[in-house]
C-alpha cells in the first residue's frame, strides 16, 4: 500500500517537472502492471499472515548499515562533483523544456534499436515466467 | 525546488530500497525493494533530463521500466515456484545453497 502511494508521489513529481510520457509510462506501466502482479502473486498464494518477520540476524544488519553508507558516500561524490555547476542554481521551472513530442521523435528515430531489443526482452520475459510457472505434470520428464 | 531536492529524494529512497533488501526476511517485501531502488534511479534519470535539456534521460527511463517489469514478472514466478518446494515465504529458512 505504501508502495502504491509512493508510486502515485513520484508520477506527480514527473509532472511536477513537466516529463509527461514519464509519469504516464509510471502510472501505467509501474502501478497498473508491477502492483497489480504482485496483488495476483499475493492472492495466488494465499498467505494469510505476513507477519513472518522476526527480528532479522545480525549479519543481514550489518550490510543493510553498509548499503546505507556506501550510497551515503556515493552522494557525497556527486556532491563534490556537481557542487560548482552553474546550472544547478537555476529554479527547475525556468529551463525550457522537452515535449512529448520531442520525446517521441527520439524514440522513434535515433534510438530505433533500443526499442526494438526491448520488445524481444519483453518476449523473452513473457516465455520464461509463463514456462516457470506452470504446473508440472507426471508425463514431462 | 532545485535539482538537488530531487537528486536527494532519489538518493534517500534508493538508501532505503537498498537497507531494505538487505534487512527484510520475506521474498514479496525483496521484489518490493528492488522496485523501490529501480523508481529511484527513474526519478534520478527524469530529473537529470531536465536539467540537461535533453530527452535521452527520458528515454533511457522507458528502458529502465521495461526491463523492471520483465525483471518483475520473472522474480514473482520464481517466487510462486518456490512457495510450491518449500511452502514459506521466509528467506532465513531457505538455506539450501548454504555452505
Given amino acids: 500500500m505504501s508502495l502504491l502511494a509512493a508510486m502515485f508521489v513520484l508520477a506527480g513529481l514527473y509532472l511536477l517537472m513537466q516529463a509527461y510520457l514519464v509519469a504516464l509510462f509510471q502510472i501505467i506501466i509501474y502501478i497498473g502492471a508491477i502492483l497489480v502482479l504482485f496483488i495476483f502473486v499475493c492472492m495466488l498464494l494465499n498467505v494469510k499472515k505476513m507477519s513472518l518477520n522476526p527480528m532479522p540476524t545480525r549479519i543481514n544488519l550489518v550490510i543493510g548499515i553498509i548499503a546505507l553508507l556506501i550510497t551515503a558516500a556515493m552522494s557525497w561524490l556527486s556532491w563534490q562533483i556537481f557542487r560548482g555547476s552553474n546550472f544547478m542554481r537555476q529554479e527547475i521551472s525556468l529551463q525550457p523544456e522537452t515535449g512529448i513530442k520531442e520525446v517521441a521523435i527520439d524514440l522513434f528515430t535515433r534510438h530505433l534499436l533500443i526499442f526494438e531489443l526491448t520488445s524481444v526482452l519483453l518476449f523473452v520475459a513473457a516465455v520464461g515466467a509463463i514456462y516457470m510457472s506452470r504446473k508440472k505434470r507426471e508425463d514431462v520428464s | ?99
Fill in chain 2, 1 to 99: 525546488m532545485t535539482l538537488y531536492h530531487f537528486i536527494g529524494l532519489g538518493i534517500m529512497l534508493f538508501a532505503v530500497g537498498a537497507a531494505g533488501f538487505f534487512i527484510r526476511n520475506n521474498t514479496i517485501v525483496l521484489l518490493i525493494c528492488v522496485e523501490i531502488m529501480l523508481n529511484a534511479v527513474n526519478l534520478i534519470f527524469a530529473s537529470f533530463a531536465r536539467y540537461l535539456h535533453g530527452t535521452e534521460g527520458q528515454i533511457f527511463i522507458f528502458m529502465v521500466m521495461t526491463v523492471a517489469a520483465a525483471e518483475a514478472a520473472i522474480g514473482l514466478a520464481i517466487i510462486i515456484t518456490l512457495y510450491r518446494q518449500v511452502k514459506t515465504l521466509d528467506m532465513s529458512k531457505i538455506t539450501l545453497l548454504k555452505g
